[in-house]
């Protein structure tokens, strides 16, 4: 099975992240703040960005995968390696 496509980014355990894996962004240290946003990171024009987790729509890409936001998330489901 072919790998999928890295990013160049690591998660906050320094695992790679890949094209259409899902990430698990924890917004703030306690939680308070609406809970975690999962989200699938795609490829939109040549850049990697993030999308909703459920979203079919990718016409209008998404937002902007950062250095600064992989320091907070994690990997959750990776769509490259079987199971």
């Excluded at 609406?34 to 993030?50: A, C, D, T, W």
């Amino acid at each position: 099975m072919e790998r999928g496509i890295e990013t160049g980014f690591k998660d906050k355990s320094g695992r790679s992240i890949h094209v259409d894996d899902i990430l698990q962004h924890r917004l703030g240290n306690f939680g308070k703040s609406g809970g975690p946003i999962n989200s699938r990171v795609i490829e939109f024009h040549g850049k990697y960005q993030l999308v909703i987790e459920a979203e079919t729509d990718l016409s209008r890409g998404g937002n902007k995968i950062s250095e600064d936001y992989c320091k907070n998330a994690i990997v959750l489901h990776c769509t490259h390696i079987p199971t």
